[in-house]
């Protein structure tokens, strides 16, 4: 695997599975994990849709494929502590039953941003968001191994998210988009983030066979996963996202921002709490 994406290398096997705690693991946690290693292992599709975005780009190309490896490399990881944590959970199987309801536009030769900057801005999104998430989901943790797993998967979004904002500074010279478009894109996608995706790979991961509903599988998404942030988690996202859309992550903007991100997610936990319990 190149070191283009990231600067860094692990394998599984540093991953210190044999100091694996079963009566540490935490059922929420759990359902999160397993639908997180869908989302993370489908990081070659993901390649897919990026390399024909930025056709002709080839140093573009050679670092998304990288960053698509890496992925990878996290769906296995999380996808082999789930099947410790919980037997009866088939990684490959319900990878499968997620591609085969779910699928990002393979056949697309133009960003569905509008533009390669607006591409840019939404891939910056996502790494905040999973860089923030992985953190939180580290920090929450007690079963050891998961702990050095999501450590390991924080810092390589994170070190994603510098890869994608370096090269939409790049394109930024080239497009000349503005700090409104940029807001507006970055706006887009953190809305995107109650799309299909998430909820389909709840579902797909701990459906057990039920029909899907995504209403029901997103706010028992969104209950297990807004319990785990922090006030200081919160913060670094308002900061990395007024950074990449071409705000002052430190004015009084960035402070109301904070504040409503908290009061939402607060809201949001609640309400799926509230779904969840009156189904």
């Given at each position: 695997?190149?070191?283009?994406?990231?600067?860094?290398?692990?394998?599984?096997?540093?991953?210190?599975?044999?100091?694996?705690?079963?009566?540490?693991?935490?059922?929420?946690?759990?359902?999160?994990?397993?639908?997180?290693?869908?989302?993370?292992?489908?990081?070659?599709?993901?390649?897919?849709?990026?390399?024909?975005?930025?056709?002709?780009?080839?140093?573009?190309?050679?670092?998304?494929?990288?960053?698509?490896?890496?992925?990878?490399?996290?769906?296995?990881?999380?996808?082999?502590?789930?099947?410790?944590?919980?037997?009866?959970?088939?990684?490959?199987?319900?990878?499968?039953?997620?591609?085969?309801?779910?699928?990002?536009?393979?056949?697309?030769t133009r960003s569905v941003r509008g533009s390669r900057s607006g591409e840019l801005v939404a891939r910056c999104m996502v790494e905040i968001g999973?860089?923030?998430?992985?953190?939180?989901?580290?920090?929450?943790?007690?079963?050891?191994?998961?702990?050095?797993?999501?450590?390991?998967?924080?810092?390589?979004?994170?070190?994603?998210?510098?890869?994608?904002?370096?090269?939409?500074?790049?394109?930024?010279?080239?497009?000349?988009?503005?700090?409104?478009?940029?807001?507006?894109?970055?706006?887009?996608?953190?809305?995107?983030?109650?799309?299909?995706?998430?909820?389909?790979?709840?579902?797909?991961?701990?459906?057990?066979?039920?029909?899907?509903?995504?209403?029901?599988?997103?706010?028992?998404?969104?209950?297990?996963?807004?319990?785990?942030?922090?006030?200081?988690?919160?913060?670094?996202?308002?900061?990395?996202?007024?950074?990449?859309?071409?705000?002052?992550?430190?004015?009084?903007?960035?402070?109301?921002?904070?504040?409503?991100?908290?009061?939402?997610?607060?809201?949001?936990?609640?309400?799926?709490?509230?779904?969840?319990?009156?189904?």
């Amino acid at each position: 695997m190149s070191r283009t994406a990231t600067g860094r290398d692990w394998t599984l096997e540093d991953i210190p599975w044999d100091i694996f705690d079963a009566q540490k693991v935490d059922p929420d946690i759990l359902k999160l994990v397993k639908a997180a290693s869908l989302v993370e292992y489908n990081g070659g599709d993901y390649a897919t849709y990026l390399c024909n975005v930025f056709r002709g780009d080839h140093e573009f190309q050679d670092a998304a494929r990288a960053w698509a490896d890496e992925e990878v490399k996290h769906g296995r990881a999380l996808g082999r502590w789930a099947e410790m944590a919980d037997d009866s959970f088939d990684f490959e199987r319900s990878f499968q039953r997620f591609v085969e309801g779910f699928r990002l536009p393979l056949d697309a030769t133009r960003s569905v941003r509008g533009s390669r900057s607006g591409e840019l801005v939404a891939r910056c999104m996502v790494e905040i968001g999973t860089s923030s998430y992985y953190t939180a989901l580290a920090e929450a943790a007690e079963e050891p191994a998961l702990r050095a797993i999501c450590s390991k998967i924080a810092g390589d979004e994170f070190r994603h998210y510098k890869l994608f904002y370096s090269y939409l500074n790049r394109y930024l010279e080239r497009e000349g988009m503005g700090r409104l478009r940029r807001a507006l894109v970055a706006l887009g996608r953190v809305r995107e983030s109650e799309d299909d995706e998430l909820a389909y790979a709840y579902y797909a991961a701990n459906g057990e066979g039920e029909a899907y509903d995504r209403e029901r599988c997103s706010h028992a998404y969104l209950q297990r996963t807004c319990a785990f942030y922090r006030s200081r988690h919160l913060r670094r996202m308002v900061v990395m996202s007024f950074k990449t859309a071409g705000l002052s992550p430190r004015g009084r903007l960035a402070e109301w921002a904070w504040r409503f991100l908290s009061w939402r997610l607060r809201h949001r936990h609640q309400m799926a709490k509230m779904t969840n319990e009156a189904a």
